[in-house]
Every structure is written in C-alpha cells, then in structure tokens.
C-alpha cells in the first residue's frame, strides 16, 4: 500500500490528453513539492516534473504538472507512443521523514 | 554530462550480505543529497535511503531501517549501501539518484540488480 495514490492505468488515443492523479495527505503532499517520473521498461526513472509544476531542461512542454492542497496531477498533451510506460509521483513525507511514492500509473497509448 | 553507475548487485541467499556502490561522475557530491530507491518485479518504486551532503543525516524506510547502512565517500565520489539480514522481499532493481534541494531526484543511475533466493 503506497502512501501516495494514484490510479493503476489510464489510457488515450495519440494525439489525445491524458491527466493523471496523485493523493496524499497533509503531512506529505500538502507540505512538500510533488515530482514525477516516468519509467519505461528496462530504462531508469527520468524526471518529468519537479517543484509542482516546473519541467527541467529537455522535456517537452507537453507535459505539465499542478498541485493544490493535498493533490497533485500531471498532465499529458498531444500523446504518442513513445509516451507508454510507467508514471510516479513522489514528495517527502515530514512525518516519517522518509521518501515517498505513488503506486505507479501505467499509461497506455491505444 | 552528470551520471550515476551502480554496482555489486547480484543473487546472494536469504540472510547474507551484499554492498552496492553507487560512482558519480560530472558533478561533485559533496554537494549532494543522494537517494537509494528500488523497483521489485511486478511493484512500483520504493524509496530506501538518503544521505545528506556530509554524511550527518541519513535516513532510512521502515522496511530496512537496521538492516541496511548508507554511507558515502566524498573523496571517491562514491555513494554505498551496505545490506545486511537479506530478504527475498529485497528483490528488486536498485537505483542511486541525485536529490535536489526541494525533494526531487534529478539524475538517476540505471541500477543494479539485487536478487535474494536460496
């Protein structure tokens, strides 16, 4: 049981937009920036999304990212393929001092 | 360019010991707070452990908390994680990442493999 929560799949035709929800509670997500990963089969995490909304250099402003409250959501516009894997967000949780993630979101292009 | 290669994963019995270490190259990391997270087969990702810059503060999930040691050292630009008591619930890829000052992980090495099994 993640301590952040996220759906287990979602999926949208290319070209589509596709959101994606994260949940958590004050001591994580309502006190702490959210980021988040994306993760393709035999490939390392790689940043999407960090400080809430902030893109690093080199991803696409395709996707987006937004937080408020306790929730956060990413999103994903103009979907191809090559957007098919695995999506995590992660805080830290000051409560238990300890890092935390979401279950993991698997995105599927159709 | 920044990057992170770990290593010293392997398939080691229920109860043994294993060190993986962690070589960063392209930045200083003393300057850093670095991350150990894994992904077991069939499971998302799970954080395990975090160093300060220093070595002052560490810390560490539930699930290892007493079993594993994260330690560093600055002058070999080389972050380690030595796991003790191992659990076939420890099965997973191990990953060595750069933690940014607001709690991201920015650079990601491409992991080692940590396989407990009798």
């Known amino acids: 049981q993640s301590v952040l929560t996220q759906p287990p799949s979602v999926s949208a035709a290319p070209g589509q937009k596709v959101t994606i929800s994260c949940s958590g509670s004050?001591?994580?997500?309502?006190?702490?920036?959210v980021s988040w990963y994306q993760q393709v089969p035999g490939s390392a995490p790689k940043l999407l999304i960090y400080d809430n909304d902030q893109r690093p250099s080199g991803i696409p402003d395709r996707f987006s990212g937004s937080k408020s409250g306790t929730s956060a959501t990413l999103g994903i516009t103009g979907l191809r393929t090559g957007d098919e894997g695995d999506y995590f967000c992660g805080t830290w949780d000051s409560g238990l001092s300890v890092g935390v993630f979401g279950g993991g979101t698997k995105l599927t292009v159709l | 360019q920044v990057q992170l290669v770990e290593s010293g994963g392997g398939v080691v019995q229920p109860g043994r010991s294993l060190r993986l270490s962690c070589e960063a190259s392209?930045?200083?990391?003393?300057?850093?707070?670095i991350h150990w997270v894994r992904r077991a087969p069939g499971k998302g990702l799970e954080w395990v452990a975090l160093i300060s810059f220093d070595g002052s503060i560490k810390y560490y999930a539930d699930s290892v908390r007493g079993r594993f040691t994260i330690s560093r050292d600055n002058s070999k630009n080389t972050l380690y994680l030595q796991m003790t008591s191992l659990r076939a619930e420890d099965t997973a890829v191990h990953y060595c990442?750069?933690?940014?000052?607001?709690?991201?992980?920015?650079?990601w090495g491409r992991g080692t493999l940590v396989t407990v099994s009798s």
């Open positions: 392209g930045f200083t990391i003393s300057s850093y707070t």
């Open positions: 990442a750069r933690g940014t000052t607001s709690g991201a992980y920015d650079y």
């Open positions: 004050s001591s994580n997500l309502g006190n702490n920036y």
